[in-house]
């Protein structure tokens, strides 16, 4: 999580063209329920910062299954069209990204 973070923190100029979406694994059901286990993450691991993108909680686990995630933390990448590009992940979003920026600004 820190690595993602700091990516999105890094490509904060190109906000318009990415998300990062963190999904919790359905074991709360609420954020309520969910804040007090991040407090911990976010003091040690996180290096005191909140995740700065989203947090969606999957209750049912519905998404979980149809994404095919199957441990903690997962990354995918989705395309801009909303389909699920295989092999996704951190470097594959930064070539991505760094094609988009090439492509717009014309070189």
Do not use: C, N
């Not at 904060?12 to 979406?21: K, M, P, S, V």
């Not at 911990?40 to 299954?65: H, M, N, R, Y």
Request: proline share 7%; aromatic share 8%.
């Amino acid at each position: 999580m820190p690595a993602l973070i700091e990516f999105y923190e890094k490509h904060a100029d190109q906000r318009d063209d990415f998300e990062i979406l963190a999904f919790h694994d359905g074991t709360v059901k609420s954020f309520a329920e969910l804040d007090p286990k991040l407090e911990p993450l976010i003091k040690d691991a996180w290096k005191g910062k909140s995740l700065p993108f989203p947090i969606l909680l999957d209750a049912s686990g519905q998404t979980i299954k149809d994404w095919g995630v199957h441990a903690f933390p997962t990354t995918v990448l989705i395309d801009p069209d909303g389909h699920l590009v295989e092999g996704g992940g951190e470097e594959m979003l930064k070539d991505r990204l760094a094609e988009m920026k090439k492509a717009r600004d014309g070189d």
